[in-house]
């Protein structure tokens, strides 16, 4: 069964990788935000990307979901006592990624292409592709201004009180090329359980139109984020954040909605799609291979 999969960072990652244990690798694409990334200490960051290919790859590190296994600190380290910011904590390898993925886009390339030649370097065998190859930029309107976004999440630790969003470039940047394709041979969509306001929405607003069955897994779980400022962000723009918060959200789109257990209750509420009501939480990859199979059973029975 082919499918696309939407994704951010972490926990797009996780059921992305649940997806990847299961299916041939030529039946999964995932589809990743390029919204978070910005240029840092001068070169092109992008960390959904990476926490998608790293998970994919094997090189994640376990513990925090994001940046390398066995990582080590020495190039921050020197940065931040020549003075350098510090607050953006990059690893060694890490490093290694941007400054070579920098390297190559100003060759020329785009995004896409580099993002394949890493892939096939790293032995990732299933598609990953950005969703824009031209810039989109995601800014965060908050009670003490507009923020880019990686000053407000990491910088800032999510503090400022959210109220909206604003998506630079979103207007012109089309899909990748392959992207349309990939969604047009696929049996689904699937919404990993990301954060639907900055990690979501801008892929849905790049691709526009979606001529397929969509299925969302939900990132909250009992009115809580697993990790992340998803719950906040609702809470901040008068919305009780909840699992069927998430499901209006996109409820426009869906033709399923995935809850956890925890969220039992809130399920019979929701009239605008199938539902499937199951455990949603990823600590193993066990339990990533288990919802994906969860999900594709959904899938066909749509
Ligand atoms: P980010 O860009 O790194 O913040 O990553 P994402 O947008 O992909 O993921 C953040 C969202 O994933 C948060 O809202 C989390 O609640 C959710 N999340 C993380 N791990 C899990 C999990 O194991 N299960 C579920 N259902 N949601 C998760």
Redesign the pocket.
């Given at each position: 069964m082919k499918i696309v999969a939407l994704?951010?960072?972490?926990?797009?990652?996780?059921?992305a990788h649940g997806f990847a244990q299961i299916l041939p690798p030529e039946d999964l694409t995932v589809i990743v935000?390029t919204g978070?990334d910005f240029e840092h200490l001068g070169l092109t960051i992008c960390?959904?990307l990476d926490?998608v290919c790293y998970t994919l790859a094997g090189l994640a590190n376990s513990d925090t979901?994001?940046g390398r296994e066995n990582e080590t600190w020495n190039t921050i380290s020197n940065i931040e006592k020549l003075g350098g910011p510090n607050w953006f904590r990059l690893g060694d390898q890490d490093f290694a990624t941007h400054i070579e993925r920098t390297r190559r886009l100003k060759e020329g390339k785009s995004l896409s292409q580099v993002t394949r030649e890493f892939c096939a370097a790293w032995g990732i065998k299933q598609t990953v592709l950005p969703m824009s190859d031209s810039s989109v930029r995601t800014m965060v309107s908050t009670d003490k201004g507009e923020l880019a976004f990686q000053e407000y999440?990491v910088h800032r630790h999510c503090e400022p009180d959210v109220k909206g969003f604003r998506f630079e470039g979103i207007e012109v940047a089309q899909p990748v090329p392959g992207a349309r394709d990939a969604i047009k041979s696929a049996q689904a969509l699937v919404i990993?359980?990301?954060?639907?306001w900055?990690?979501?929405d801008p892929i849905l607003r790049v691709l526009k139109k979606i001529d397929k069955p969509v299925v969302a897994?939900?990132?909250?779980?009992g009115g809580?984020?697993?990790?992340?400022?998803?719950?906040k962000m609702y809470a901040e723009m008068g919305i009780e954040p909840s699992a069927l918060a998430v499901a209006e959200h996109y409820h426009n789109l869906l033709a399923g909605f995935?809850f956890?257990n925890q969220d039992r209750q809130l399920s019979d509420n929701f009239k605008k799609g199938k539902i499937l009501v199951t455990d949603?939480?990823?600590?193993s990859p066990a339990?990533?291979a288990r919802?994906a199979m969860d999900v594709l059973q959904f899938v066909g029975s749509l």
């Open positions: 994704a951010g960072g972490v926990g797009g990652a996780k059921l935000n978070d960390p959904d926490t979901g994001w999440f990993c359980p990301s954060n639907p900055v990690s979501i897994v939900s990132p909250i779980i809580k984020t697993v990790k992340g400022p998803a719950a995935v956890d949603t939480l990823m600590h339990d990533r919802l």
